[in-house]
T-cell receptor
Framework: TQLLEQSPQFLSIQEGENLTVYCNSS?????LQWYRQEPGEGPVLLVT?????EVKKLKRLTFQFGDARKDSSLHITAAQPGDTGLYLC????????????FGEGTQLTVNP | NAGVTQTPKFQVLKTGQSMTLQCAQD?????MSWYRQDPGMGLRLIHY???????DQGEVPNGYNVSRSTTEDFPLRLLSAAPSQTSVYFC????????????????FGPGTRLTVL
């Protein structure tokens, strides 16, 4: 069983601060996805990274896939209250096809 | 497109009762899955299907049954509900063809919040 550990589990910051969320595993993944979930709704995909060392940017969000494809990070610059939500990483094993393993999630609260 | 739809949105059961959570998608996706979400545990895979007539167990399958008679529908059955099955249940689907299937976005329904007393 492949495991993904996210840290921190909870994060409460002030508007304008920067933050980083980590997603770590001892297993190699063929791809890693980041989802964001708002209360009462299902998760929505933010980004997919597939190449070791890959960096993708989505406005103020920067996603990185580790060189060995075992870990990933999400960095948010100048956080805003609208960034509040549950952030989930999910990895696909090299032989698991569409089957994803999810991390425990990071609950982010950005206070105005 | 309606995307992924789930019914009901809320359900309260008594221990031992049975029920079916409905899930449907109109995107012609081959891959469908059921997850449960509990505080501090992320999403855990219950069952999944790579196409009509094909289902397989995920991480936490005990107490749940599934079937996939059509591409569109993937119902989840609780045969004898237990308090440990109190959770939020999400159905998801994705396009699943070829070697890059793991790169594909999973589309989630709005969830069913189930309480077992």
């Amino acid at each position: 069983t492949q495991l993904l550990e996210q840290s921190p589990q909870f994060l409460s910051i002030q508007e304008g601060e920067n933050l980083t969320v980590y997603c770590n595993s001892s297993s190699v993944f063929s791809s890693l996805q980041w989802y964001r979930q708002e209360p009462g709704e299902g998760p929505v995909l933010l980004v997919t990274v597939v190449t070791g060392g890959e960096v993708k940017k989505l406005k103020r969000l920067t996603f990185q896939f580790g060189d060995a494809r075992k870990d990933s990070s999400l960095h948010i610059t100048a956080a805003q209250p609208g960034d509040t939500g549950l952030y989930l990483c999910a990895g696909a094993g090299e032989t698991s096809g569409s089957r994803l393993t999810f991390g425990e999630g990071t609950q982010l609260t950005v206070n105005p | 497109n309606a995307g992924v739809t789930q019914t009901p949105k809320f359900q309260v059961l008594k221990t031992g009762q049975s029920m079916t959570l409905q899930c449907a998608q109109d995107m012609n996706h081959e891959y469908m899955s059921w997850y449960r979400q509990d505080p501090g545990m992320g999403l855990r895979l219950i069952h999944y299907s790579v196409g009509a007539g094909i289902t397989d167990q995920g991480e936490v399958p005990n107490g749940y049954n599934v079937s996939r008679s059509t591409t569109e529908d993937f119902p989840l059955r609780l045969l004898s509900a237990a308090p440990s099955q109190t959770s939020v249940y999400f159905c998801a689907s994705s396009y699943s063809r070829g070697l890059s299937s793991s790169y594909n976005e999973q589309f989630f329904g709005p969830g069913t919040r189930l309480t077992v007393l």
